[in-house]
Structure formats: structure tokens, C-alpha cells
């Protein structure tokens, strides 16, 4: 109830990009998990072939976040979050009705540049309307996009018993209807005239040591919750012997940001020091990999009902933490980034940022992917959980020092550009 009324204190264009964001996550995970499947065992593709789709894909919206960033300050949020939605509307119903690779490929590129326009162009707006504000409103953006994310697999699951065309046209529908949403209520924010190219704007955001110096510190972040999709899972399904068990680690992830994530992000927001909470977030995430690694290494798969679930308790222990790490850092950190410059350019900080950060979930994700195999072959099983430990401490550490370094801006402003003081933070 005090969440629904925090979100009524909101302008309504807030509300709705939340709304926005739990269907864009539901229509996402809603196909996205299950879409390998459906191009090896429905349509007899090759694993080669599957892996150029799944990573065109990828790369088409990791890769053109800054174009959907610049575009947000030069054209406008609302207009470029209408035209992704519209975008992946058009590329998930192409995954429906296409078996031809070229329809594929193209599917994929347009599904992917879409999540690439609205991504930044939502939490620009978000960061732009909440104003003083903004830590609370990513707060509700991510128990949104967490309950989207565990709605979207379920409904999938179920939309499959049909077949993945349901599945994909469901999908498809949902952005659909994201679309005239936006384009019937998001209201229209005025935007600044550039003061120059685009070019130039990104060459300024580049420029900025300290701001690159903070997203190669939160790369530990992304590498880590991505192990909600990857890591813990698997640790679930190994530890329990039961495939069902790895629902259960987003179910208590869900749960837990549906009941404490507005709570947190209030009472640290009244201790004022965003970096230091950032950097506590990013040690609870290392935390999180350490009660899975203990059973891990066990022999033999569980002993009876009882043991899977003794078995259970430490990985779902470990999500509980991951997500708890999550809930503290996240909102911060979103809150943060419009500080680093100035609020014209807004969209490409974000834009930047998460080309970053989608460069370090494939490259920590290529890592723990082979901690698992190596572990999984010589018998160390806590390998990769070790990887991950390790990845989260890193950032920590790496945060806490631009916090010494005074090189992150106070959520009132901007920070001073870290060439003007003399030193590079490291």
C-alpha cells in the first residue's frame, strides 16, 4: 500500500514509463528465453547459425545504446521511447511469421536497435521528470522491471503449450500496446537546442575521466545480476536435482524487491552519501556468491526431499543477497549519472554508460561461462562463483576509491571534471 501511494506522488508520465517498463520486461523475457529453441528444434537451425541471430541481436542494442541516448537530447525521450516500442513491436511479430534467415536477422536487428532507443530514452525521462526525486523513482523502476521479469518467463512457459508464434505474437501485441500508450499519454518534454554536432557530444561525454572511471567501476554490477539469468539457476537446478528450482530464485528476488526496495532506497537516501551506499550494494552482490559455492563442490546430487532442500538454501540465500545488493546500489547509481554533465546531454551519459555495461555482461558472462565448464570438468565446482565474488569486490574497491578520490558528483549537481583537479581517478 505505501508503495502504491509513493507512486501516485509521482507525474504521470513517471507512472506510466513504470508501467512501460513491467511490460516491456514481460514482453522481453516473454520470448527472449525461449527463442533458441525455437530456431534449432522448430526450424532446424544450426547451433553456428542460432549463435549469429542470439548475438546480432546483442550487439544490435548494446552496441547503439549511444544512439538512442543522443537521440533522446537532440529529438526528445517521448518521440524515440514510441519509436523503440514501435520497433520491437515490428521485430518480435517478424520472429512470429519469418522462418527465412534474412527475416531472422532482420527481426533480430530491429528487436534489438528498439531496446537500444527506449533504454536510455526511459531513464533520461525518468531522471528529467522525477528531479529531486530520481533515487525513488529508479527505486520503482526496478521493483517494476523485476516483476516484469519474473511474469514474462511464466507467461511464456505457458504460451509455449500452444507454440512459440502465440508466444512471439503475445509479445509483440504488448509493445504494441506500449506504443499507443506513449503515444497517447506520455506527455512531450521541451528540448534544448545542441550546442553543437553530436559528434561533439560524445567526444565531451567520452572526455569525461571521472564518469568512465565510475562505469568501469559498476561493471561488476552488470556482470553479477546477470548471474540471476545464468549462475544461480544452474546452482539451483545442480544443488536440487529439480529443473523447477531455478523459478524459485526469481520468485525470492521478486518477493524481496517488492517488499524492501522502496524501504532501502529511503532510509540510505537520508544518510546522504550515495558512493558509500553503492559501494556497500556492490560488496552484498560479492557476498551473495559465497553460500552457493559451499554446496557447489559437493559430490552426487542430493539425497531425498530434505536434502534438496538443505541443498536449496544456500543458492537461494545468495540470490536473496544479489537482489538485497541490487536494491541498495542500483537506484544510486541511476541517480548519479545525469550529475557527471550537463542535463542537456542526459540520454548519451546513459546511452554511454550502458554501452559499457553491455560490453562487461558479455565479457564477465564469456568468463563465469567458462569457470562453469572448468569447474564442472575438474572437479571445483566453486570456481565460477569465486569468479563472481571476485568481479563484485573489484567493484567495490573501485567505487570506494573515486568516493576517496572525491570524483562522483552529489545528486544536486554536477561533479568538477577530474582533469581540472589535477589527477585521473583510477
Known sequence: MRTW?????????????????????????????????????NLGL???????????????????????GSASDRLGARGVIIAGCALRTVGFALFALGDD????????????????????????YIAQEADERRAEAFALFNVFATTGALIGPLLGSALLLVD??????????????????QALVLPAREVEPGRGTVLADWREVLGNRAFLAFAL??????????????????????????DGAAGLVFVVGTLANLTLQLRITRALKERRDRARWISAGLGL??????????????????????DAVLRALPVLAGALLLHLGVMVAQPFVMELIPGFGRPELTGTYFGVFYVVS???????NTVVGWAMDTGGRGGTGWLPWACCALFGLASALGVARLRRLGALPTPSGPSVPATTRGRTPA
Do not use: K
Open 358 to 364: 553491455g560490453i562487461a555482461a558479455a565479457v564477465g
Open 101 to 124: 534467415l534474412a527475416v531472422l536477422l532482420a527481426a533480430s536487428v530491429l528487436s534489438g536497435f528498439a531496446g537500444a532507443l527506449f533504454n536510455p530514452a526511459v531513464r533520461a
Open 217 to 242: 567501476a559498476m561493471v561488476g554490477m552488470f556482470n553479477l545480476e546477470n548471474q540471476l539469468y545464468l549462475l544461480l539457476p544452474d546452482g539451483a537446478r545442480q544443488a536440487t536435482g529439480w
Open 285 to 306: 552482490m560479492a557476498l551473495a556468491f559465497l553460500p552457493p559455492a559451499v554446496v557447489a563442490g559437493g559430490s552426487g546430487g542430493p539425497d531425498g526431499t530434505v
Open 164 to 181: 512459440f508464434r502465440t508466444s512471439a505474437l503475445t509479445a509483440a501485441g504488448i509493445f504494441a500496446v506500449l506504443t499507443v500508450a
Open 46 to 68: 544450426s547451433a553456428a547459425v542460432v549463435g549469429v541471430v542470439l548475438g546480432v541481436r546483442n550487439l544490435s542494442q548494446q552496441g547503439l545504446f549511444i544512439i538512442g
Open 5 to 41: 501511494h509513493e507512486i501516485r506522488r509521482f507525474p504521470l508520465a513517471v507512472r506510466l514509463l513504470l508501467v512501460n517498463q513491467l511490460g516491456v520486461n514481460t514482453g522481453f523475457y516473454l520470448l527472449i528465453p525461449y527463442l533458441a529453441t525455437h530456431l534449432t528444434e
